[in-house]
T-cell receptor, first 114, second 114 residues
Framework: DSGVTQTPKHLITATGQRVTLRCSPR?????VYWYQQSLDQGLQFLIQ???????AKGNILERFSAQQFPDLHSELNLSSLELGDSALYFC?????????????FGPGTRLTVL | AQSVTQLGSHVSVSEGALVLLRCNYS??????LFWYVQYPNQGLQLLLK??????LVKGINGFEAEFKKSETSFHLTKPSAHMSDAAEYFC????????????FGGGTRLMVKP
């Protein structure tokens, strides 16, 4: 158990809908990262927040957005969902935001878009 | 820009045999390198990381990896495979860029035959 929690574990929804994925970091971790894992794209970085501020952006679609709240939990919002958005979404957290920091991964949210 | 190549999407070994999973990286800055393991229906767990200290890095579960700058490689090894090592393994790189997101290789699925 990494100490990072993600809810829900599974999400099944229809095209065009909007969903919110939630991540609670380990105690003391200030950075939150979101990654997407799919069969065709592999593991891809989406976005990072550090202590409430956006730190870095990766291959995140405009239909997707995220935020980190004062209690440091984070939410990833996916809207106008398409079939291709079906994937496993991981949240990872770390103490700081430097390259040597270990990122601890949550168990993931499996999103299925029908 | 950084990238990671893992040679061999599937590797099969017999129980007790040497495990060798290959990883080559490309980075314009000194890299930090990581190996993660993913068991079915679970998140990623850190096996080991290289952060510019010793070039031979020992990790959990008997795994180790050697950073070779001249070969831009960070191969993962274990002297004797166990059935419980069957999983997917990911090599990743981060660096001094803004944000310390991980760039992952495509993964290698390790199968262990009895």
């Amino acid at each position: 158990d990494s100490g990072v929690t993600q809810t829900p574990k599974h999400l099944i929804t229809a095209t065009g809908q909007r969903v919110t994925l939630r991540c609670s970091p380990r105690s003391g971790d200030l950075s939150v990262y979101w990654y997407q894992q799919s069969l065709d794209q592999g593991l891809q970085f989406l976005i990072q927040y550090y202590n409430g501020e956006e730190r870095a952006k990766g291959n995140i679609l405009e239909r997707f957005s995220a935020q980190q709240f004062p209690d440091l939990h984070s939410e990833l919002n996916l809207s106008s969902l398409e079939l291709g958005d079906s994937a496993l979404y991981f949240c990872a957290t770390s103490r700081g935001a430097i390259g040597t920091d270990t990122q601890y991964f949550g168990p993931g949210t499996r999103l299925t878009v029908l | 820009a950084q990238s990671v190549t893992q040679l061999g999407s599937h590797v099969s070994v017999s129980e007790g045999a040497l495990v060798l999973l290959r990883c080559n990286y490309s980075s314009s800055v000194p890299p930090y390198l990581f190996w993660y393991v993913q068991y079915p229906n679970q998140g990623l767990q850190l096996l080991l990381k290289y952060t510019s200290a010793a070039t031979l890095v020992k990790g959990i579960n008997g795994f180790e990896a050697e950073f070779k700058k001249s070969e831009t490689s960070f191969h993962l090894t274990k002297p004797s495979a166990h059935m419980s090592d069957a999983a997917e393994y990911f090599c990743a790189v981060s660096g001094w860029n803004a944000g310390n997101m991980l760039t992952f290789g495509g993964g290698t699925r390790l199968m262990v035959k009895p």
